[in-house]
């Protein structure tokens, strides 16, 4: 497939007629960023119905990290269907359970652990919130997370979420015993104009001085559970003492440290986890998304100790799909022997470059950070202010999509920037070439 090429104007008439459809049939619980129906897609290149194609710096919301229909995917998964659809995992064994969870532990940065599937990144965290508590029998059952943070959508990971209202508004009351904290977000640091490393230190202060002293003591405390590279929340990159420190500092306290890798793993970051950036060695971990190249698994891993929680305590049927592992096993297999770590990191390494040369001349980029091909360029009406451009960022989602680049926000006024890991460096700069030009249209109004 080659991309970009527009047809006719998306939307075209026939997405349109299923943007009607889907509007009578599906329930609206969800907000579209724009209306893209797609057909087909692969590679880094999406086709609509009506036949435009598009470069996708989205990877299907950060999924299909090794590109739409990896052929080793694809193989795995015919492979596996001719054997094994499903069975229960949490009621009876097959090896294709014990076969992942050897791969999947030998790329975590947790050195001795365990693993339990789930369907999903929100899955995983609920789980981990259980195993985090359970583990200490109940003598710990308070949360630490951040805000800004974004855990999902179901009832435990929505009461430790703490980024848009609107997630929240109406599902009152939440689970209880969760504490939010700030999050070391530098470009607008919640303690003042403060260098990257002081800001890191004042939250991990704030946590000590505030919390510990005035609102629940350390040892009630079961985990902080918090995003290594907050996703959205804005694509934040924590200064690099954050979380080597909120580590010790959990380690001084017998707290778990909890990490949402959902966003950040599977090599998103140019390491197999975000963690790894800084060598921080988590008590558990949630995983998804990209996991397993478009096909519903999710995981938590945890250190061997931790993973304790009684027989009949923490179950599911669908977890760990004979299938779903399959294509697990694909991807990890297709990021080693291609190598898409180093290309994550040295194509993402140049699209940063790119983006910051744009921002020394279009007043609209406030700030642009990342790690590998997970990056974010914060968009603001005035650099001196640093307000968010919100308008601005609908129009330049929605040019870029007429003009055959698929992109997303997060955060207030963020465009966020994750394309497969095995785009070329030409494919990288042909969708920069599309979003320098929106960017200069968009900011000359």
Same mark, same amino acid.
């Given at each position: 497939m080659d991309a970009p @090429? %527009?047809? #006719?104007?998306p939307p075209g008439p026939r997405a349109r007629e299923v943007v009607e459809e889907d509007s009578r049939l599906i329930m609206q619980s969800f907000s579209r960023w724009y209306p893209l129906v797609v057909k087909e897609a692969s590679g880094v290149v999406v086709e609509d119905v009506d036949g435009n194609r598009y470069l996708d710096f989205n990877s299907g919301l950060v999924v299909v990290n090794v590109g739409h229909r990896h052929p080793r995917v694809v193989e795995a998964v015919k492979r596996q269907v001719d054997k094994l659809i499903h069975y229960s995992l949490t009621d009876f064994y097959y090896e294709e359970a014990v076969r992942a969870a050897r791969v999947l532990l030998e790329i975590s940065p947790i050195e001795d652990g365990k693993v339990f599937y789930t369907n999903s990144g929100a899955e995983s965290i609920e789980g981990a919130i259980k195993v985090a508590r359970g583990h200490s029998r109940g003598s710990r059952p308070y949360i630490i997370a951040f805000l800004g943070a974004f855990h999902g959508r179901t009832m435990g990971a929505m009461s430790v979420s703490a980024s848009k209202p609107v997630h929240r508004r109406g599902f009152y009351p939440l689970v209880p015993h969760i504490i939010h904290v700030p999050y070391p977000y530098t470009y607008r640091c919640p303690f003042g104009e403060l260098e990257e490393r002081e800001c $890191?230190?004042?939250? %991990? $202060?704030? %946590?000590?001085?505030w919390v510990f002293k005035r609102l629940v003591d350390p040892s009630e405390v079961a985990a902080f559970l918090v995003e290594p590279i907050q996703g959205e929340g804005g694509y934040i990159v924590p200064p690099d003492n954050f979380l080597p420190l909120l580590q010790s500092l959990a380690r001084r306290h017998g707290i778990l440290l909890a990490l949402d890798e959902v966003q950040t793993g599977? $090599? @998103?970051t140019g390491e197999?986890?975000?963690?790894?950036?800084? *060598? #921080?060695?988590?008590?558990?971990?949630a995983a998804a998304k990209g996991i397993a190249g478009g096909l519903p698994l999710g995981a938590i891993v945890g250190r061997r100790e931790v993973m304790d929680l009684p027989p009949g305590s923490h179950a599911n049927t669908f977890g760990g799909n004979p299938i779903a592992l399959a294509a697990m096993m694909a991807v990890v297999e297709a990021i080693r022997e291609e190598d898409m770590l180093s290309n994550a990191r040295r194509v993402g390494g140049e699209i940063m470059k790119r983006l910051r040369e744009m921002g020394e001349e279009i007043e609209? %980029? $406030?700030?642009?950070? *990342?790690?590998?091909?997970m990056i974010g360029v914060e968009l603001v009406r005035d650099r001196s202010t640093k307000e968010p451009a919100k308008k601005e960022l609908a129009r330049v989602l929605e040019e870029s999509f007429k003009r055959g680049l698929l992109v997303v926000g997060s955060g207030e006024s963020v465009v966020r920037i994750a394309p497969p890991l095995s785009i070329t460096m030409e494919q990288a700069m042909a969708g920069l070439d599309i979003l320098e030009e929106v960017l200069r249209d968009v900011s000359r109004g």
């Open positions: @090429r %527009i047809v #006719v104007t $890191g230190e004042a939250v %991990i $202060g704030y %946590i000590e001085e599977f $090599g @998103r197999w986890f975000a963690a790894q950036h800084w *060598g #921080v060695e988590p008590d558990l971990m609209l %980029i $406030g700030d642009v950070r *990342g790690k590998g091909l």
